[in-house]
């Protein structure tokens, strides 16, 4: 509860400055819908390390694995204002993955961000902006996971699947936005992320929620955003 309180007095305090730091009007905003493609590179450090596993209440278990670093696209919709945006976005990307010494396998990330939010400080063709980032990443590893089909047999039986972690993200980062032209822009940005584990289940199975599965996810990103007409 404390970091939501910290992480949302940040948001307001960049924001208001965001807005006052120029001369211009902001009683009648500009409004302009965007769209936009990006290519995504996340990386995560932490308790994805390819260490154990968890075990659900079914009984399955999920591995661990120690993600590496995975390249993939996303889509960006939002609004622009005067001197801000609120975006909402999907990116998938795909990873490689170890556990232990012997098990290499492949996995998808699935990013939604829920709420982002740039403030732009500056307005020449060339704009620094800071972010803020609320999302939620569901990431599927294929065969990580063991379904528990032994049902009455006096030894454990497993069936490989895919093992499924959720969790939440709040970021703060920030970055380069270029101007083509008036509905073209390039953006750069890198966003520090912190990643909080909320579920751990197999495909089709019954949640667990651990204790503690926190990592640091490093988010970077250079997309293509086209801008509407004024509204």
Same mark, same amino acid.
């Given at each position: 509860?404390?970091?939501r309180c910290?992480?949302?007095?940040?948001?307001?305090?960049?924001?208001?400055?965001?807005?006052?730091?120029? +001369?211009?009007?902001?009683?009648?905003?500009?409004?302009?819908?965007?769209?936009?493609i990006?290519?995504?590179?996340f990386?995560?450090?932490?308790a994805?390390n390819?260490k154990?596993?968890?075990?659900?209440p079914d009984?399955?278990?999920v591995l661990?694995?120690?993600?590496?670093?995975?390249?993939?696209?996303g889509?960006?919709?939002g609004?622009?204002?005067?001197?801000a945006?609120?975006?909402?976005a999907?990116?998938q990307?795909?990873?490689?993955?170890?556990? +232990?010494d012997?098990?290499?396998?492949?996995?998808?990330?699935?990013?939604?961000?829920?709420?982002?939010?740039k403030?732009?400080?500056?307005?020449k063709?060339?704009?620094?902006?800071?972010?803020l980032?609320?999302?939620?990443?569901?990431?599927?590893?294929?065969?990580?996971?063991?379904k528990?089909?032994? #049902?009455n047999?006096? #030894?454990?039986?497993?069936?490989?699947?895919?093992?499924i972690?959720?969790?939440?993200?709040?970021?703060?980062?920030?970055?380069l936005?270029?101007?083509?032209?008036?509905?073209?822009?390039l953006?750069?940005?890198?966003?520090?992320?912190?990643?909080?584990?909320?579920?751990?289940?197999i495909?089709?199975?019954?949640?667990?929620?651990?204790?503690?599965?926190?990592?640091?996810l490093?988010?970077n990103?250079?997309?293509l955003?086209?801008?509407f007409?004024?509204?």
């Amino acid at each position: 509860m404390k970091k939501r309180c910290v992480f949302s007095t940040l948001f307001v305090i960049l924001l208001v400055f965001s807005l006052k730091s120029t +001369g211009q009007d902001y009683s009648v905003p500009t409004i302009r819908v965007f769209s936009g493609i990006s290519c995504d590179n996340f990386m995560f450090f932490g308790a994805f390390n390819g260490k154990g596993y968890f075990v659900t209440p079914d009984n399955d278990i999920v591995l661990i694995p120690k993600v590496k670093p995975g390249i993939g696209a996303g889509f960006h919709l939002g609004f622009a204002f005067n001197r801000a945006e609120i975006e909402l976005a999907y990116s998938q990307t795909f990873h490689s993955y170890t556990n +232990g010494d012997t098990l290499v396998g492949s996995g998808t990330t699935g990013y939604v961000r829920f709420m982002h939010v740039k403030g732009y400080l500056g307005d020449k063709r060339i704009r620094p902006f800071w972010t803020l980032d609320f999302s939620g990443a569901w990431c599927s590893f294929k065969d990580a996971g063991f379904k528990d089909i032994s #049902e009455n047999f006096a #030894e454990p039986l497993y069936e490989r699947t895919k093992g499924i972690y959720g969790g939440i993200i709040l970021g703060f980062g920030g970055g380069l936005s270029f101007s083509i032209n008036d509905k073209l822009s390039l953006v750069l940005s890198v966003i520090p992320e912190w990643y909080k584990g909320t579920d751990v289940y197999i495909k089709k199975g019954n949640y667990y929620t651990p204790e503690k599965f926190s990592n640091f996810l490093l988010n970077n990103s250079i997309g293509l955003y086209y801008y509407f007409k004024r509204v």
